[in-house]
C-alpha cells in the first residue's frame, strides 16, 4: 500500500526557518507536491518535484530525493500568515492520480 | 496559477435529499478531475477520478451510486450525494488535473452539512 508520514504539528516563530518533513513509501512514484491548506478553505499548490534536487521559489523550498523515499518544504522568513497546514503528496501512477499525507499544521508565534 | 470554481460553497440539506456540486475549470481544459473529502483536521481523501465523457474511477470503499459523478464537458464536473445521511456532511473538495505540466489545482470546497 501507499504511506506517507509527515509531523503532525510544528510551531516556530516569526521570521525564523523553519523544514518540513514528508517521508514515502509508494509504488508507481512519478512526482511529489507541497500543498498549503488554510483552515476551511481548499489547497492552494505550492511546488512540485519530480528528479532530485532542490527546488526553490520566493520563501519556499522543496527537496525531493527519490531514492531515500523523502522530502521536505523550506520557508524561510517566516511570517504569521504562513500559520497554515502543509501538505505532502505522491503522485502515482498514470492516472495522475495523488494520495496525501496527514498534513502539518504549522503555527508561527511571535 | 489555474482557477478551479466550486459550487456551491455551503449548503445544508435534510436527511433524505440528494445534493449537487459543480466544478469547474475556468482557463483551462481539464479533462481529468478528481473528487476528494476532508474531516476536520484530517488530510485530503480521495473519492473517485472523473473522466471526460467516460464513467469515473471510484477509489475503494467509496459507493458508487451513493456520489454520482457526471463529467460532461472539459471544463465541468459535479458529484451528487444521493440520499444524503449526516454523516456524509463533509468538506467535499474538486481538483482539475492540468496536463501541462501535470498539476492539479483545487476548488475551494463545499461544506455539506447533513441535518
Known amino acids: 500500500g501507499q504511506n506517507i508520514d509527515q509531523p503532525t504539528e510544528m510551531t516556530a516563530t516569526e521570521g525564523a526557518i523553519v523544514q518540513i518533513n514528508c517521508t514515502y513509501q509508494?509504488?508507481?512514484?512519478?512526482?511529489l507536491f507541497w500543498y498549503q491548506q488554510h483552515a476551511g478553505e481548499a489547497p492552494t499548490f505550492l511546488s512540485y518535484?519530480?528528479?532530485?534536487g532542490l527546488e526553490e521559489k520566493g520563501r519556499f523550498s522543496s527537496f525531493l530525493s527519490r531514492s531515500k523515499g523523502y522530502s521536505y518544504l523550506l520557508l524561510k522568513e517566516l511570517q504569521m500568515k504562513d500559520s497554515a497546514s502543509y501538505l505532502c503528496?505522491?503522485?502515482?501512477?498514470?492516472?495522475?492520480?495523488?494520495?496525501f499525507g496527514t498534513g502539518t499544521r504549522l503555527q508561527v508565534t511571535l | 496559477g489555474a482557477v478551479v470554481s466550486q459550487h456551491p460553497s455551503r449548503v445544508i440539506c435534510k436527511s433524505g435529499t440528494s445534493v449537487k456540486i459543480e466544478c469547474r475549470s475556468l482557463d483551462f481544459q481539464a479533462t481529468t478531475m478528481f473528487w476528494y473529502r476532508q474531516f476536520p483536521k484530517k488530510s485530503l481523501m480521495l473519492m473517485a477520478t472523473?473522466?471526460?465523457?467516460?464513467?469515473?474511477?471510484?477509489e475503494q470503499g467509496v459507493e458508487k451510486d451513493k456520489f454520482l459523478i457526471n463529467h460532461a464537458s472539459l471544463t465541468l464536473s459535479t458529484l451528487t450525494v444521493t440520499s444524503a445521511h449526516p454523516e456524509d456532511s463533509s468538506f467535499y473538495i474538486c481538483s482539475a488535473r492540468d496536463p501541462v505540466p501535470d498539476t492539479q489545482y483545487f476548488g475551494p470546497g463545499t461544506r455539506l452539512t447533513v441535518l
Open positions: 503528496a505522491v503522485q502515482i501512477g498514470t492516472a495522475s492520480k495523488l494520495t
Open positions: 472523473s473522466n471526460e465523457g467516460s464513467k469515473a474511477t471510484y
Open positions: 518535484n519530480v528528479l532530485d
Open positions: 509508494t509504488s508507481g512514484f512519478n512526482g
